[in-house]
């Protein structure tokens, strides 16, 4: 049951901030040049693994408590006009959704030594420097003269529960099974309640394994009890 997997980025709607149920911020916005900022500052490799900037937002960042409600942290996700374009069938949903905004620089209120911080960024892009924290490879980002006036969009992101890898086991016929590893007549399972599918993390998009394969088999095993 431990085996949960985080991502690192999932939308904060500004408008209802502590609703548990978030959109993901897809991995593109990262992988296609954008950076993430905390008091308008980088602090990681954005193409690390889900569970390594999840464990430095964890690590650098400080929680943001409302009572009752999820944990969740301020972190920026920031792109440029050249990330817009090549994610614009993404981004235009984002906008249009109100989880993704575009602004200037001097709008958003960063906190911080951003711009230099973004020109640094852009130097690295530019190959007029070593990124600070590894990363090798920046996507389409394009601005290349980062003022205040600068137009970027930017979204509020913080960890959430993604998927659950761990769940109550079942054999190849999607037949639960106790802790010994007996079949328990009557009962079948697949998807998130089910554990031992991916070990302890899963591939994206290999969660249609539950789905087609053994949805279907529960599906099938219920129908010929009848």
């Given at each position: 049951?431990?085996?949960v997997?985080i ?6 709607d ?6 548990p149920?978030?959109?993901l ?5 990262r992988g296609?040049g ?9 602090f ?9 900037i ?7 960042g400080?929680?943001?408590r ?13 792109i440029d006009?050249?990330?817009y374009e ?12 109100g989880?993704m ?14 711009t ?10 530019a ?14 980002w394009?601005?290349?003269e980062?003022?205040?006036d600068s137009v970027i969009y930017v ?7 993604h ?7 079942i ?13 328990i ?7 998130e309640?089910?554990?031992g ?9 290999s969660?249609s ?5 053994f949805?279907?088999k ?9």
């Amino acid at each position: 049951m431990e085996k949960v997997q985080i991502h690192p980025t999932a939308f904060v709607d500004m408008k209802d901030t502590n609703n548990p149920t978030r959109f993901l911020a897809a991995e593109m916005l990262r992988g296609e040049g954008g950076v993430l900022l905390m008091g308008g500052r980088r602090f990681v490799d954005e193409l690390e693994t889900r569970k390594v900037i999840t464990g430095k937002i964890m690590e650098v960042g400080e929680v943001l408590r409302s009572e009752g409600h999820p944990r969740q942290w301020d972190v920026k996700l920031v792109i440029d006009q050249g990330v817009y374009e090549k994610a614009k069938s993404h981004l235009d949903f984002y906008l249009w959704k109100g989880l993704m905004r575009k602004c200037t620089i001097a709008e958003e209120n960063f906190g911080g030594e951003v711009t230099g911080g973004l020109q640094r960024y852009a130097d690295t892009v530019a190959k007029r420097l070593e990124d600070e924290f590894g990363r090798k490879s920046f996507g389409c980002w394009k601005l290349n003269e980062v003022k205040p006036d600068s137009v970027i969009y930017v979204g509020n992101v913080t960890p959430a529960v993604h998927f659950t890898m761990g769940g109550v086991r079942i054999d190849e016929q999607a037949r639960v099974l106790t802790i010994e590893g007996d079949v328990i007549r009557g009962i079948w399972a697949a998807g998130e309640v089910t554990g031992g599918i991916h070990g302890d993390n899963r591939l994206g998009g290999s969660s249609s394994l539950e789905c087609v394969v053994f949805g279907r088999k529960a599906g099938d095993g219920v129908s010929n009890s009848l």
